[in-house]
């Protein structure tokens, strides 16, 4: 595969696809004087453990419908999408589950960030979508912030939308300036890219994937609501693995002595108190390993 890139035997490397300054800027206007249209790409890895209900531990969300289906008589280039399929798709998606479109609270497009890819796809998502629709669709794509991550792309955007729920807030879509002008509904509002970090009380939420081969998919995904308990802290005294890192001694200390959730404080201090108090053997020991091997967690020094 490399030897193929760097012979320009590879699709994609004969392509403009690929963004100058290595940032996707999906959704937004390409700027005049810096071309804004392209992706870049990223590495990512992802393992989803899947359970039916009844079995299940932990649920993050549950799996509405999900349909996916390739269209291979495709008469245009590998980077400019066809919108029929996508159109087709989502009408027969939202037939098949029975779901009023205008239920879904956030959608996590494709946004690849060619400008072509991203217009054809939003245009579609109108047209299915925003019927009906008394308040602005949210979208974004986790594209801006980790670049395209080919085959990994689609589960990590679903990933996105699972801590999104988690967490109860959506994260920034990254590198957006202005609306497309070629996407009507982001212009006239019916489509908003989350710009800040918004709170966000879960509901119905879908996933958009468009695949270079042809390939369209769309999931829709429930948020599983769950009271948590003592601000999700633990209410009893086992011990537990605090995992923290930093390349010097200084950045590990911030790094320990963080207040993690700055709406509750307290509740980071008193956490933090409690795991000193019961486990002081444990922290004992790490001190000394640290002490005893002063090397292993600081930088090396340039020669």
């Given at each position: 595969m490399c030897s193929q890139l760097r012979g320009r035997d590879c699709i994609i490397s004969q392509t403009s696809?690929?963004?100058?300054?290595?940032?996707?800027t999906s959704h937004s206007q390409t700027s005049?004087?810096?071309?804004?249209?392209?992706?870049?790409?990223?590495e990512g890895i992802v393992t989803m453990y899947l359970q039916k209900a009844k079995d299940a531990k932990r649920i993050y969300a549950s799996i509405v419908?999900?349909?996916?289906?390739?269209?291979?008589d495709r008469k245009s280039g590998y980077i400019v999408p066809l919108e029929y399929p996508l159109t087709s798709l989502l009408s027969s998606f939202y037939q098949q589950?029975?779901?009023?479109?205008?239920?879904i609270s956030y959608l996590e497009a494709d946004g690849s960030g060619i400008k072509s890819r991203d217009?054809?796809?939003?245009?579609?998502?109108?047209?299915?979508l925003l019927n009906n629709r008394q308040s602005p669709l949210l979208i974004g794509s986790i594209k801006s912030n980790l670049g395209h991550t080919s085959a990994a792309s689609a589960l990590i955007s679903v990933v996105k939308v699972l801590i999104a729920m988690e967490a109860g807030k959506i994260p920034a879509n990254n590198?957006?300036?202005?609306p497309s002008q070629q996407v009507p509904a982001l212009v006239e509002g019916r489509l908003k890219v989350v710009t800040e970090p918004m709170p966000w009380s879960g509901g119905l939420a879908a996933v958009n994937?468009?695949?270079l081969s042809g390939v369209v998919g769309h999931i829709v995904l429930r948020s599983h609501n769950k009271e948590k308990v003592n601000g999700g802290l633990p209410t009893d005294e086992l011990p537990r693995l605090l995992v923290i890192s930093g390349r010097t001694e200084e950045g590990l200390e911030e790094t320990f002595n963080k207040d993690y959730d700055e709406e509750n404080p307290d509740l980071n201090r008193e956490a933090a108190r409690r795991y000193t108090e019961k486990n002081p053997d444990v922290n004992r020991a790490a001190v000394k390993r640290y002490e005893e091997n002063p090397n292993v967690n600081r930088p090396s020094e340039s020669k």
């Open positions: 696809a690929r963004v100058r300054g290595n940032k996707c005049a004087r810096v071309r804004a249209s392209g992706f870049a790409l990223s419908h999900s349909q996916f289906e390739c269209y291979g589950c029975g779901i009023d479109p205008s239920l217009t054809i796809e939003l245009n579609a998502v109108a047209k299915v590198n957006f300036n202005k994937s468009v695949g």
